[in-house]
């Protein structure tokens, strides 16, 4: 079984930035992918960005440019530099990892930004 912990949520101004953190742990042979998703209030989750186990990433269109994804593969943790955060950046941000051929999700961080 894999663990995921996220940290780093918490309320910002807009313009400000947060940075996230996902820690993996429990049992682990190897992390493929790992990214974050989040949720807000009556919407579906939506894929936020994702990262390889070789570093190579992607992003929804709505964050490129102001969101950073990262990884260190010795901790086995995943990061989410944010930053120029909007009022619509506003969710709970859930960390995920493909470990050992199944599917895991952190319990989630809130993020608001006020306006």
């Known amino acids: 079984q894999v663990q995921l912990v996220e940290s780093g949520g918490g309320l910002v101004q807009a313009g400000g930035s947060l940075r996230l953190s996902c820690a993996a742990s429990?049992?682990?042979?190897?992390?493929?992918?790992m990214g974050w998703y989040r949720q807000a209030p009556g919407k579906q989750r939506e894929l936020v960005a994702r990262i390889t186990s070789v570093g190579s990433t992607n992003y929804a269109d709505s964050v490129k440019a102001r969101f950073t994804i990262s990884r260190d593969n010795a901790k086995n943790t995943v990061y989410l530099l944010m930053d120029s955060l909007k009022p619509e950046d506003t969710a709970v941000y859930y960390c995920?990892?493909?470990?050992?051929?199944?599917?895991?999700w952190g319990q989630g961080t809130q993020v608001t930004v006020s306006s």
């Open positions: 995920t990892a493909d470990a050992d051929r199944s599917g895991y």
């Open positions: 429990g049992t682990i042979f190897s992390i493929n992918a």
